[in-house]
């Protein structure tokens, strides 16, 4: 079973300013979480490292994207080169 999040509290940027050991302790050992404001607006989230999805990988994607383009493209055999291809399209 998924764990309740708890409900993020909103600070203010001159008060995060003010309490920023506060707010990093409270982050790390109590895994709260907090809004940052700029007058009234949300700017940006304070939260656990660990609560951080892992970035994705670009380079793989992209590499297996080439593999993809390679085994498609292997019996292709077309006469116009690309930009022939794209000239023509557009009249």
């Given at each position: 079973m998924p764990r309740k999040q708890k409900k993020m509290e909103e600070i203010g940027i001159r008060e995060l300013k003010a309490r920023a050991s506060d707010v990093v302790r409270a982050v790390k050992e109590?895994?709260?979480?907090?809004v940052?404001?700029?007058?009234?607006v949300p700017v940006a989230v304070i939260i656990p490292?660990?609560?951080?999805p892992p970035e994705k990988n670009n380079g793989e994607a992209l590499q297996k994207m080439m593999?993809?383009?390679?085994?498609l493209g292997k019996n292709v055999r077309n006469k116009k080169n690309s930009i022939d291809i794209l000239s023509e399209m557009r009249r």
């Open positions: 109590q895994r709260a979480r907090y940052i404001t700029q007058r009234g490292m660990d609560a951080v593999e993809l383009r390679k085994k």
